[in-house]
């Protein structure tokens, strides 16, 4: 697939657009152009560091981290955090992030990021002190009842394509579930429409798909990455 930064930049731009318009995000950044090396160039929100090493993969902090930091295209109405990354080489895609993050909370009536973070604090004041009041009973209950976090794992495309002796063990494209050290073999990178209609068709059922938020967003033709290994195994596959 062919395309400029320029083009991609104005697509993931037009995205946060629409979304924030439908009054479905409660923020989102824009995208700019960074200097990856080797002429390479990363299509992402405008923020300090675009991918973290330091907070754990599906944990509490990496997600506070995400939504503290701006690190994110769009956090939508329900404190999902959603990351939407392109990197492209001469004119051509080499490289994406595709990263939902769902809440560990549940929301209602927020409007601010702050708010989710004080919810998320409260709650774990809460639970805190259930878990002491658990701990120190005299005659336990056969559960301890803390309530409001919940976990939920992230789940993140990513596509960079490696030498063909390491392909087997690292896909060119994959998906983590949990664990850094999962990645489920993908058949072909995902555009952005392919990845957003997989978000609302498994999460968001009362979201159109018809329209600019789904299937109104730009779509495009890419190649089979699998190698004989990934077939034989299980593994995603679609038809656009």
Known sequence: MAIRPETMMQ???????????????????????????EGKLLVSWNSDNIVLKENEFSSLSEYLTLLLGSHYTLVLFDGSIIQ???????????????????????????????????????????GSDALEDFITAPNKSPSVNIKGIYGKSPIRFDYCIVPDYQKDAHPDVHL??????????????????????????NFYSHIPLEGVLVNGLPSWENNDMLTQHHKNKMHFNYQR
């Open 11 to 37: 697509h993931l731009n037009k995205l946060c657009f629409e979304w924030d318009k439908a009054g479905l995000s409660l923020d989102s950044n824009s995208s700019c152009i960074r200097q990856a090396g």
């Open 176 to 201: 983590h579930i949990s664990s850094e050290e999962c990645r489920i073999p993908v058949k072909t990178p995902l555009c952005i429409r392919m990845f957003m209609k997989f978000l609302v068709e």
């Open 84 to 126: 939407i990354s392109y990197t492209i080489h001469r004119n051509e895609i080499v490289g994406h992030r595709l990263c939902w993050y769902p809440s560990p909370i549940e929301l209602a009536d927020i409007n601010e990021i702050d708010d989710i973070v004080y919810k998320i604090q409260l709650i774990l004041k809460e």
